[in-house]
C-alpha cells in the first residue's frame, strides 16, 4: 500500500495534513466506524478521498449537497480520480445505464443523495457492488437536533445493514453533544472512534455592532485594511441592492442561488485571484471555499442560527492571521428573523394545498411523478392557484428538505425540440458537408430520440462539445424550424423539480406534517440561542460560541465586543463619560456619530449609552439619536 503522505503529495499536492486527517484516515482504513469533527476548512472530503485510493472496491460518499458533489466529481476527475454521481435518470441515460457504468466502470468514488439512495433499484445494485467505505458527508443533517435536519439521512442505516461488514465514516462541521448523540444512533455506528476538532478560532475577533445605520457603519469596516472580505446578506435581493450601492467605490462581486453556475465559477474565480476584493453573498456562498488571506467576514443581519454563524465567520482567518467577524444588528433584526423563520412557515392545511395544488399543476395522478423531472415557472403557478408567494416557497423548501422531491434553480429557458422528417429523410438532409449538419449530426449522436419524441436539449453542453457559441447554436434551431424540419418549444421556467415519491398525499404529508411541530421548536430555540450571543454585552462571544458546543471555555480573549474583554481604568472611563455629556448637551447625536467623535472604545461608548439609557438619563428621538432627558 502507497503511503498516505506519497499519494497526498501525488494527487493534491499537499506536503502535509491538516489536523486529524490523518488520524481519521487511518481509523477509516483499519476499519473502524468513525466519526469527524472538523471545522469548515478543516478539509473534511479528503478523509474518504484518499482512502479511496488505497483500498480495493468503490468508496460510496452520501451527501445532501447536489451542486457540491457535482464540484467534487469535476475536482477529482480533473486529479484523474474516477469519480461518479449518480443522478435523475433521464430517456438518454436511464438510471440502470448509471449503475451498470458503474458496476462495470473504473470508478474509486461514487456520490448519492439520501433521497436517491431510496429508491429500492438503487440500494439493491449499490449493496450488491464491493463498497470499501461508506462516507455520511453533513451527518448532522440526520438528527432532529440540528440545523438542517433531513429525513432521508433515517433511511441510511437500513442500507448500511446490506453491507454490514463496511465501515462508516460520518462527517460533520458542526455538532452539538446532543446531535452527536443522533448521528452514533440513527446511523448504526458500532463503538465508532470520534475525531473532534476544537471549535476554538482564536485569531478571530467576534464583534457585535448595534447600529441604526449599517451602510454607513459598513463603510467604516471596508476602509479598516485591503484584505479580501465576505459579505452575509440574508435575501438575495440584498445582495443586488448592496452591489449596486458599492460598485461604484469597491472591487464587488455579488453571489447568490439566483444566478447562473457559469456565473457562480466566474466570480468565485475574480474574487480568488482578488481582481475583485469584496463578496457581497447570500449562504449559498461558501460551499469549497478555502482562501486564506480573508480579513473580514462582516454579516449584515443575523443569520437563522449560531451553526451557520459559525461556519460562516470561520471562513475569515483560514491562514490563522488576526481576523474580525462583524455582526451589524439593527433593533428589529431579531423580529424580522423570526417572522421569515416562524411564522412564515406554512401550517398543515397550507402545506396540503401547496402540494396538491402543486400536483395538479404538473398533471401528476395520484400514485405517479417517482423519479421524473418537472420545470415550472414558480410566479406563474402562485398566481394561477391565488397562493402568497413567500408562503408558497417556504412550502417548497421544506418538502425539498423532507425529500419529496429535489429542487434546483434554472437560469436559462428549457429547450425542448423533435425532427418532424423521418428518419430518412433527416440522415440525407444531414449528408451535407457544412457545419451546420455537421452540428446536428452531434446534436443526432447526444440525443437519438429527437426523431421519435420532443427532447430536453442542453444549449450549455451542446455548445462545449461542438465547441460552437451559442447564438450560432440558436441559429442553426431557428433556421431548421422555418425550414421545417424540426419542432421547437422554448420553456419559460425557472425551477427545476426531481420528483423521488409517488404521489400519495395523505402517507407521504402526514410524517412531515407530524415533525412540523418539532421542527418549529427547534428553530425557535436556535433563534433565541443566537439571541442571546448577540445581546449579550457582557461575556466573552469565543466563550460563547465554545460553550453553545459544549466546549470547554478559555481565558477571555480580549479582542471581541463583550465588556469582560475590554478593561478600562476607572480614569478612562471617567473621562469618556465627562466628553460624551458634553457632546449630547450641545446637540442630539446617533451613536455612529458619537462613535467618530470621540476616541473610545466603541464599546465603552455604547456600555455608557445604555447604562444612561436604563438608568432614564437618555432617550432616542425618532432619527435615532440620542438626547438628554430633561431633569
Given at each position: 500500500?502507497?503511503?498516505?503522505?506519497?499519494?497526498?503529495?501525488?494527487f493534491w499536492g499537499f506536503d502535509r495534513f491538516r489536523?486529524?486527517?490523518k488520524e481519521i484516515i487511518r481509523s477509516v482504513i483499519a476499519g473502524k466506524d468513525t466519526i469527524g469533527l472538523l471545522p469548515t476548512g478543516g478539509g473534511k472530503s479528503l478523509c474518504y478521498q484518499l482512502p479511496a485510493l488505497?483500498?480495493?472496491?468503490?468508496?460510496?460518499?452520501v451527501s445532501p449537497l447536489i451542486a457540491l458533489m457535482q464540484d467534487q466529481v469535476a475536482q477529482l476527475k480533473e486529479r484523474n480520480i474516477p469519480a461518479l454521481m449518480?443522478?435523475?435518470?433521464?430517456?438518454?441515460?436511464?438510471l440502470e445505464k448509471q449503475l451498470d457504468n458503474l458496476a462495470y466502470g473504473p470508478y474509486k468514488i461514487l456520490f448519492v443523495s439520501p433521497e436517491r439512495l431510496q429508491n429500492p433499484l438503487v440500494s439493491e445494485r449499490l449493496s450488491k457492488l464491493p463498497v470499501s467505505l461508506l462516507a455520511v458527508d453533513e451527518a448532522h443533517c440526520v438528527s432532529e437536533w440540528g440545523h438542517d435536519f433531513r429525513p432521508a439521512f433515517l433511511a441510511i442505516q437500513n442500507f448500511r445493514e446490506s453491507i454490514p461488514k463496511t465501515?462508516?465514516?460520518?462527517?460533520?462541521?458542526?455538532?452539538?453533544?446532543?446531535?452527536l448523540e443522533d448521528i452514533k444512533k440513527h446511523l448504526g455506528l458500532k463503538s465508532p472512534a470520534l475525531f473532534q476538532a476544537s471549535f476554538d478560532r482564536p485569531n478571530i475577533a467576534y464583534h457585535i455592532d448595534r447600529t441604526s445605520d449599517k451602510i454607513g457603519r459598513l463603510k467604516k469596516l471596508l476602509a479598516q485594511d485591503s484584505e479580501p472580505c465576505i459579505i452575509y446578506c440574508r435575501t438575495r435581493k440584498q445582495t443586488e441592492a448592496?452591489?449596486?450601492?458599492?460598485?461604484?467605490?469597491?472591487?464587488?462581486?455579488y453571489f447568490h442561488g439566483g444566478i447562473s453556475e457559469e456565473e457562480k465559477k466566474e466570480r468565485l474565480q475574480e474574487w480568488l485571484v482578488e481582481t475583485k476584493r469584496i463578496m457581497i453573498a447570500t449562504l449559498a456562498f461558501g460551499m469549497g471555499i478555502d482562501k486564506p488571506n480573508v480579513r473580514q467576514v462582516i454579516h449584515m443581519s443575523p443569520p437563522e442560527s449560531l451553526e451557520h454563524y459559525y461556519q460562516e465567520s470561520g471562513r475569515a482567518g483560514r491562514g490563522g492571521a488576526p481576523a474580525k467577524a462583524t455582526l451589524l444588528l439593527g433593533t428589529s433584526d431579531f423580529d424580522q428573523l423570526r417572522r421569515q423563520f416562524l411564522e412564515a412557515l406554512p401550517t398543515k392545511a397550507e402545506l396540503t394545498h401547496f402540494y396538491k395544488s402543486l400536483c395538479n399543476y404538473l398533471h401528476i395522478a395520484y400514485g405517479e411523478g417517482q423519479e421524473q423531472r418537472f420545470y415550472i415557472h414558480f410566479q406563474e403557478f402562485c398566481a394561477q392557484y391565488q397562493l402568497p408567494s413567500s408562503k408558497a416557497l417556504q412550502a417548497l423548501h421544506l418538502l425539498d428538505r423532507e425529500g419529496l422531491w429535489q429542487w434546483r434553480p434554472l437560469y436559462r429557458e428549457q429547450i425542448h425540440l423533435q425532427f418532424l422528417a423521418s428518419r430518412r429523410q433527416v440522415l440525407e438532409w444531414l449528408q451535407n458537408n457544412t457545419q451546420r449538419s455537421a452540428f446536428f449530426q452531434l446534436l443526432w449522436r447526444r440525443y437519438p430520440r429527437v426523431v421519435q419524441q420532443p427532447q430536453e436539449i442542453d444549449l450549455e453542453l451542446l455548445a462545449n462539445i461542438s465547441e460552437l457559441p451559442q447564438k450560432k447554436i440558436i441559429q442553426y434551431l431557428n433556421q431548421a424550424k422555418t425550414d421545417g424540419w424540426l419542432s421547437l418549444q422554448w420553456i419559460k421556467s425557472d425551477s427545476c423539480l426531481e420528483w423521488m415519491h409517488p404521489r400519495e398525499e395523505p402517507y407521504t404529508l402526514a410524517p412531515i406534517i407530524h415533525r412540523l411541530r418539532n421542527r418549529l421548536e427547534q428553530k425557535r430555540k436556535k433563534i433565541e440561542a443566537l439571541e442571546y450571543f448577540c445581546t449579550d454585552n457582557h461575556q466573552c462571544k469565543r466563550n460563547l460560541l465554545l460553550a453553545y458546543f459544549s466546549e470547554e471555555k478559555t481565558e477571555p480573549c480580549q479582542h471581541c465586543s463583550a465588556q469582560s474583554c475590554h478593561s478600562t481604568s476607572q480614569e478612562e472611563m471617567e473621562n469618556l463619560q465627562k466628553e460624551l455629556m458634553a457632546c449630547l448637551q450641545k446637540e442630539s447625536l446617533s451613536t455612529e456619530a458619537l462613535i467618530e467623535q470621540l476616541p473610545y472604545s466603541k464599546e465603552n461608548i455604547i456600555l455608557i449609552l445604555h447604562t444612561w439609557a436604563e438608568a432614564q438619563k437618555l432617550t432616542q428621538n425618532k432619527h435615532f439619536q440620542w438626547e438628554l432627558t430633561p431633569s
Open positions: 500500500m502507497k503511503s498516505l503522505e506519497k499519494t497526498l503529495v501525488h489536523p486529524l486527517q488505497l483500498g480495493e472496491g468503490i468508496t460510496l460518499v449518480l443522478e435523475l435518470p433521464t430517456p438518454h441515460h436511464s465501515p462508516l465514516l460520518a462527517l460533520t462541521a458542526t455538532a452539538t453533544p446532543p446531535v448592496l452591489y449596486q450601492q458599492f460598485k461604484d467605490t469597491h472591487t464587488v462581486a
